[in-house]
């Protein structure tokens, strides 16, 4: 079965540091869908980027970047110059058949 | 935008009481999810439907049912509420299935619910 680890439950860092969230996951598919989801303390989870099997470019969005690896299996989230606003829980998925598989989620803190 | 609404942010049940939880999307999504979110467990599916009238148990079915009468509503039903069902309960929808294109889902607010 598909499995997300992300071993940062919980990270906490000081404005305009970067900061780096893990995600390795488990498959034995060969073509799979990444994401990437925020969860602000609102409660409700945000998408931030899917990343099929077969496109290993690296994204840059703004602040944010991913870095795909697949001989590593891991999908791993950047976030640069980090602000207040970053403060959330960030989940990490994989797709399996009908279904995603999601990780337990890393709360990153960013102190002022 | 997509947009997932649910029937409530907050709600408060008794042990065995029928409880349920509406979900609501606007996107024509085919698909649509249940999760249960409990610290340190992260999101577990409960149950999804991928048409109408069409139901899968996810990984943690038991003690809840699920209706799904017209395509934009799907609905969480706790039979008689324990209080093991206090959890956060998250609805998705998603145009696409997992496993092909257009497959992210796009959450609800969120329903917390306590069971006393």
């Known amino acids: 079965a598909q499995k997300v680890t992300q071993a940062q439950t919980e990270i906490s860092v000081v404005e305009k540091e970067d900061v780096t969230l893990d995600c390795v996951y488990e498959?034995?598919?060969?073509?799979?869908?990444l994401f990437w989801y925020k969860q602000p303390p609102s409660g409700e989870l945000v998408f931030l980027i899917r990343?099929?099997?077969?496109?290993?470019q690296n994204e840059i969005s703004g602040r944010y970047s991913w870095n795909f690896q697949k001989s590593t299996s891991s999908f791993n989230f950047t976030i640069t110059a980090s602000q207040v606003v970053d403060s959330a829980v960030y989940f990490c998925?994989?797709?399996?058949?009908?279904?995603?598989?999601f990780g337990k989620g890393t709360k990153l803190t960013v102190n002022p | 935008d997509v947009k997932v609404t649910q029937s409530s942010r907050y709600l408060v049940k008794r042990t065995g009481e029928k409880v349920f939880l509406e979900c609501v999307q606007d996107?024509?999504?085919?698909?649509m999810f249940w999760y249960r979110q409990d610290p340190g467990l992260g999101l577990r599916l409960i149950y999804f439907?991928?048409?109408?009238?069409?139901?899968e148990k996810g990984d943690i079915p038991e003690g809840y049912s699920v209706s799904r009468e017209k395509k934009e509503r799907f609905s969480l039903i706790l039979e008689s509420a324990s209080t093991n069902q206090t959890s956060m309960y998250l609805c998705?929808?998603?145009?696409?299935?997992?496993?092909?294109?257009?497959?992210?889902?796009?959450f609800g607010p969120g329903t917390r619910l306590t069971v006393l």
């Open positions: 498959t034995r598919d060969t073509t799979y869908y």
């Open positions: 439907s991928y048409d109408v009238k069409m139901k």
């Open positions: 990343r099929n099997s077969f496109d290993e």
């Open positions: 996107m024509d999504h085919e698909n």
């Open positions: 998925a994989l797709s399996e058949a009908l279904k995603l598989v």
């Open positions: 998705a929808s998603s145009l696409g299935l997992a496993g092909g294109p257009y497959n992210e889902q796009f």
